[in-house]
């Protein structure tokens, strides 16, 4: 990307970034109390949970709608069962008021329906009478475990006459981040980004969300994005708890360069809302 970059000081950025990022929940029945940990209209994604599947996402994205919050439901192609389906989903969505989704491909192995990927589900919604203000697509700043760059290059420049902007997988490393926005600007994607980061994490707290939900939706998220290897390494290195600090002062220059577009973060919150919001009201009280 030419130019120098318009940076902005790191404490500017990181107000930048934390003042009003998207938290991402799983629709366990936790989400209740955590909740009420957020501020009041608080921008939340819901996950779809290969545990749970698709219904708990829309049950949980009703209930706090009418809570007042902005809810972002994560509709996973792989877990819709055919164009009915579809259109009773985004009929439910639009009647809770929701005006935003994001369309994964979703990780089941094999489809509940006709629908495989993340395209095919956005090509399908363009025929429903029911539209959606925004719609977000996935990013790969440090590539798939399956999937080829090349490929998923192919996939981006597919989708995005359907999407509004971008959310990147969970990443550690800003630096990652940044070269990947580099590279699809440079192929023409102009699609805002948000940056996937994690939340405060404590492991103990990890693992008992993991095996309340039997397979471990959070620790099989994390072996799929980052490596459970790099993220056992991050939690020892932290005795136990991470924190994002590093990753977001990393991200902090870039925070409002109009080239990189990054139009906030996307906290994976893992369900552990309380210590992400005392660590996020420190952190917002020590830049400001």
Not at 20 to 37: A, C, K, N, T, V
Request: hydrophobic share 35%.
């Amino acid at each position: 990307m030419s130019g120098e970059i318009q940076s902005i000081p790191t404490a500017e950025g990181m107000v930048e970034l934390l003042e009003e990022p998207r938290f991402e929940l799983m629709p366990f029945e936790s989400i209740d109390e955590q909740l009420g940990h957020l501020p009041e209209g608080s921008e939340i994604a819901i996950t779809t949970s290969p545990t749970l599947g698709l219904e708990a996402t829309i049950e949980w994205s009703e209930r706090a709608s009418e809570r007042g919050y902005e809810i972002v439901p994560h509709v996973a192609a792989r877990y819709v069962e055919d164009q009915d389906h579809l259109e009773e989903i985004a009929r439910r969505l639009t009647e809770a008021g929701v005006t935003d989704i994001f369309v994964p491909g979703g990780d089941r192995e094999e489809p509940a329906g006709e629908f495989e990927s993340a395209l095919e589900l956005l090509v399908a919604l363009e025929e429903l009478p029911y539209s959606f203000a925004e719609v977000g697509i996935t990013g790969y700043p440090e590539g798939h475990a399956f999937i080829d760059d090349e490929t998923l290059a192919e996939s981006m420049a597919e989708k995005e006459p359907y999407a509004t902007y971008i959310v990147t997988q969970l990443c550690y490393d800003p630096d990652a981040v940044i070269e990947w926005v580099e590279e699809i600007r440079a192929r023409g994607v102009e699609l805002p980004v948000e940056v996937g980061i994690p939340g405060v994490m404590k492991y103990q707290r990890l693992l008992g969300i993991s095996k309340k939900v039997g397979v471990g939706d959070s620790v099989r998220f994390l072996k799929k994005t980052s490596g459970i290897v790099g993220f056992v390494r991050q939690l020892v290195g932290s005795r136990g708890t991470y924190s994002p600090d590093t990753l977001l002062e990393g991200l902090a220059p870039y925070a409002t360069d109009p080239r990189y577009d990054i139009r906030g973060v996307h906290i994976y919150a893992f369900n552990q809302v309380p210590d992400l919001e005392s660590w996020r009201a420190e952190t917002l009280e020590k830049h400001r």
